[in-house]
């Protein structure tokens, strides 16, 4: 059974796994960049980590509606919290 970080067959789960891989994307640069400090993109990628654990384990039985909405809010939050930190890292 394909992992969250996989492309898998329900577009839900494809769907966080591909914002997933997106945010660390943005937490990697925003690291290489200056803009996140180590502490914060840890603390980022530990979450990321998070959701992707758990997406796993709601998708061994398939993703209920309401897994599949928590999935892709907490991805969202995480990707909004990513950008936050980097803006503010270049705010004066």
């Given at each position: ?13 494809s769907t966080v ?57 907490r991805a969202q ?16």
């Amino acid at each position: 059974m394909p992992g969250i970080s996989d492309t898998g067959t329900m577009s839900g789960q494809s769907t966080v796994g591909h914002d997933l891989r997106e945010t660390r994307t943005r937490i990697r640069d925003g690291r290489n960049e200056g803009q996140l400090s180590r502490r914060e993109a840890r603390a980022l990628r530990r979450e990321a980590g998070q959701i992707s654990t758990l997406a796993d384990r709601y998708a061994r039985d398939g993703l209920s509606d309401s897994e599949r909405r928590e999935l892709e809010m907490r991805a969202q939050v995480l990707r909004d919290l990513t950008a936050a930190q980097r803006l503010r890292a270049k705010a004066p």
